[in-house]
Structures are given as structure tokens and as C-alpha cells.
């Protein structure tokens, strides 16, 4: 079981840079893809970028591609989330989530993530 705290959000200009951490809970993080989703208000939540249990597996949104990028320190229970050039349409509540899968790729379709965290509120505006 997982426990995920999500921090790092705030007010950020256009084409600014922002970076989200997920501090995670877990009896061997290792064993746990993380991906991080982002959500705006009357949408459905969207997967931004994932990455393996053991690091070696990541994808990207293709509206992030090039902008964002995603890193695990698994020593320390982080994953980070990197973006820059940041847009409006980059504006959303942003959540980091976790499933077990020691080995193999990651995925960032919501329904295979049963471990969220709170969320964190990124907000991009001049």
C-alpha cells in the first residue's frame, strides 16, 4: 500500500518553470510505477507522464513532450515532476498515484492506479 503527498504547486507565469514532488509511503518503493495527472475543473483527469518501477520505462503526454520531465530517487521516496514552458492549458491540479508492478513498463491510464495522492494546484497566469 502506498501513501503519496504531492507538493511543489503554486502561481507561475507563461513559460515559467515549476517543479512537483511526490513524496511516497511505501514498504519498497521500487516495486511501484508512479504517474503523475492533472485535472481542470468539468474535464476528466489526464495522464501526464509515468514512469517505471525501476526508472527505466518512462512516457509522456504528447502535449508535454519536450517540457516536462519526470525522475524517481527511489532512496529517497521521491518523484519529481519537471516542467517548464509552461502554458495556460497548463494549469490544472496535478496528482501523483501509484500501482504495483515491480517489473515492466509504466502506464498513465487512471483506472490502473489505485494509490492517489491529495493533489497539488498549479495555476499559470501572467
Known amino acids: 500500500q502506498l501513501q503519496l503527498v504531492e507538493s511543489g504547486g503554486g502561481l507561475v507565469q507563461p513559460g515559467g518553470s515549476l517543479r512537483l514532488s511526490c513524496l511516497v509511503s511505501?514498504?519498497?518503493?521500487?516495486?511501484?510505477?508512479i504517474g503523475w495527472f492533472r485535472q481542470v475543473p468539468g474535464k476528466e483527469r489526464e495522464g501526464v507522464a509515468c514512469?517505471?518501477?525501476?526508472?527505466?520505462?518512462?512516457r509522456y503526454v504528447q502535449s508535454v513532450k519536450g517540457r516536462f520531465t519526470i525522475s524517481r530517487d527511489n532512496d529517497r521516496n521521491t518523484v519529481s515532476l519537471h516542467m517548464s514552458s509552461l502554458k495556460t492549458d497548463d494549469a490544472a491540479i496535478y496528482y501523483c498515484?501509484?500501482?504495483?508492478?515491480?517489473?515492466?513498463?509504466?502506464?498513465?491510464?487512471?483506472?490502473?492506479?489505485?494509490?492517489w495522492g491529495q493533489g497539488t494546484e498549479v495555476i499559470v497566469s501572467s
Open positions: 498515484a501509484g500501482y504495483r508492478r515491480p517489473w515492466g513498463d509504466c502506464r498513465t491510464y487512471t483506472t490502473d492506479y489505485p494509490y
Open positions: 511505501a514498504d519498497d518503493l521500487r516495486d511501484y510505477p
Open positions: 514512469i517505471s518501477s525501476r526508472g527505466g520505462s518512462i
